[in-house]
C-alpha cells in the first residue's frame, strides 16, 4: 500500500508538479521536478524544477527575480503528483502573465482554438515593469536553451553550431569584436545601434559561457550576491 511519504517518480525520474498561488488559489504553472529538485525545495523553503529542455536543476526566478515561496508541498492520492501552494514574486509565467494558464479554449466546429482572456485591470507603472522585466528574462533564458542544445546537438547552417565548433580563440575575438562595437556605438552612432551591438555583444558572451561549460544562471547569482 502506498505510504503518505512516498512520492513516484516516472522512467525518466520525474514527478508532475502544479504550482498554485496561497492568497487566490489560482494555478500559477505545471513543471517537473527531480528527487533532488524536491529534496532541495523542502529544504530551502524556495521552489527548485528539474528543465527538460536544459537537463539541469533551475531555481524559479533565478534569473528574472520572480521567486517562489513555498507554504505547503502536498501530494496526491497516487503518489505522482506534487501541489506546491506558494507565495509568488512577480509574475509566474515566461511570457509575462501572472499565471501559465491565462488562454481559454473554445471548440470551433471540429478546430480545438485557444484565445487569451481579456487583460485584468491596468497595472501600476512598476508592475508593468516588473512584467516587462519578466518577459526579457525569459528571452534570455529561451536563448541560454537553445545555446545549450546546440552544445549537445549540433546543427547544420547554424551560426552557434559554427561558433562553437571553431572553438575558444574564436569566441574570444568576437567578444573582443563586438565589446569594440559597443563603445564605438555608444561613442559615434545613435541609440539604436548601441541596443544592436550591445545585444550582439551579449549573445556572443553566452556562447562563449556554454562553450566553456559555464551555467550562464551562474552570473545571474553574482549579480544578485553584489546586489546584496
Same mark, same amino acid.
Request: proline share 3%.
Given at each position: 500500500?502506498?505510504?503518505?511519504?512516498?512520492?513516484?517518480?516516472?522512467?525518466?525520474?520525474?514527478?508532475?508538479?502544479? *504550482?498554485?498561488?496561497?492568497?487566490?488559489?489560482?494555478?500559477?504553472?505545471?513543471?517537473?521536478?527531480?528527487? &533532488?529538485?524536491?529534496?532541495?525545495?523542502?529544504?530551502?523553503?524556495?521552489?527548485?524544477?528539474?528543465?527538460?529542455?536544459?537537463?539541469?536543476?533551475?531555481?524559479?526566478?533565478?534569473?528574472?527575480?520572480?521567486?517562489?515561496?513555498?507554504?505547503?508541498?502536498?501530494?496526491?492520492?497516487?503518489?505522482?503528483?506534487?501541489?506546491?501552494?506558494?507565495?509568488?514574486?512577480?509574475?509566474?509565467?515566461?511570457?509575462?502573465?501572472?499565471?501559465?494558464?491565462?488562454?481559454?479554449?473554445?471548440?470551433?466546429?471540429?478546430?480545438?482554438?485557444?484565445?487569451?482572456?481579456?487583460?485584468?485591470?491596468?497595472?501600476?507603472?512598476?508592475?508593468?515593469?516588473?512584467?516587462?522585466?519578466?518577459?526579457?528574462?525569459?528571452?534570455?533564458?529561451?536563448?541560454?536553451?537553445?545555446?545549450?542544445?546546440?552544445?549537445?546537438?549540433?546543427?547544420?547552417?547554424?551560426?552557434?553550431? *559554427?561558433?562553437?565548433? &571553431?572553438?575558444?580563440?574564436?569566441?574570444?575575438?568576437?567578444?573582443?569584436? &563586438?565589446?569594440?562595437?559597443?563603445?564605438?556605438?555608444?561613442?559615434?552612432?545613435?541609440?539604436?545601434?548601441?541596443?544592436?551591438?550591445?545585444?550582439?555583444?551579449?549573445?556572443?558572451?553566452?556562447?562563449?559561457?556554454?562553450?566553456?561549460?559555464?551555467?550562464?544562471?551562474?552570473?545571474?547569482?553574482?549579480?544578485?550576491?553584489?546586489?546584496?
Amino acid at each position: 500500500m502506498l505510504q503518505a511519504d512516498e512520492v513516484v517518480f516516472d522512467a525518466a525520474g520525474l514527478v508532475t508538479v502544479v *504550482a498554485q498561488d496561497a492568497s487566490t488559489g489560482a494555478v500559477l504553472m505545471v513543471a517537473y521536478m527531480n528527487r &533532488e529538485a524536491l529534496q532541495r525545495t523542502l529544504a530551502t523553503g524556495e521552489a527548485w524544477y528539474w528543465s527538460r529542455s536544459r537537463r539541469r536543476l533551475w531555481r524559479k526566478g533565478e534569473a528574472s527575480g520572480h521567486t517562489q515561496h513555498v507554504r505547503a508541498v502536498r501530494l496526491d492520492c497516487d503518489g505522482d503528483a506534487v501541489v506546491l501552494t506558494v507565495d509568488q514574486t512577480g509574475p509566474a509565467c515566461h511570457t509575462g502573465h501572472a499565471t501559465c494558464f491565462y488562454r481559454s479554449v473554445t471548440l470551433d466546429g471540429a478546430r480545438i482554438r485557444a484565445e487569451a482572456q481579456p487583460a485584468g485591470p491596468v497595472a501600476s507603472p512598476g508592475a508593468a515593469a516588473r512584467t516587462a522585466r519578466g518577459a526579457a528574462s525569459a528571452v534570455l533564458d529561451e536563448l541560454i536553451s537553445v545555446l545549450e542544445e546546440r552544445v549537445r546537438a549540433p546543427r547544420a547552417g547554424s551560426y552557434t553550431s *559554427a561558433l562553437l565548433t &571553431e572553438g575558444l580563440a574564436r569566441l574570444n575575438e568576437k567578444v573582443m569584436e &563586438e565589446a569594440a562595437e559597443v563603445i564605438r556605438a555608444a561613442r559615434k552612432e545613435t541609440p539604436a545601434r548601441l541596443v544592436e551591438e550591445a545585444a550582439d555583444l551579449w549573445y556572443h558572451t553566452l556562447v562563449l559561457l556554454v562553450h566553456q561549460g559555464v551555467d550562464p544562471a551562474r552570473v545571474f547569482d553574482e549579480l544578485a550576491k553584489r546586489r546584496g
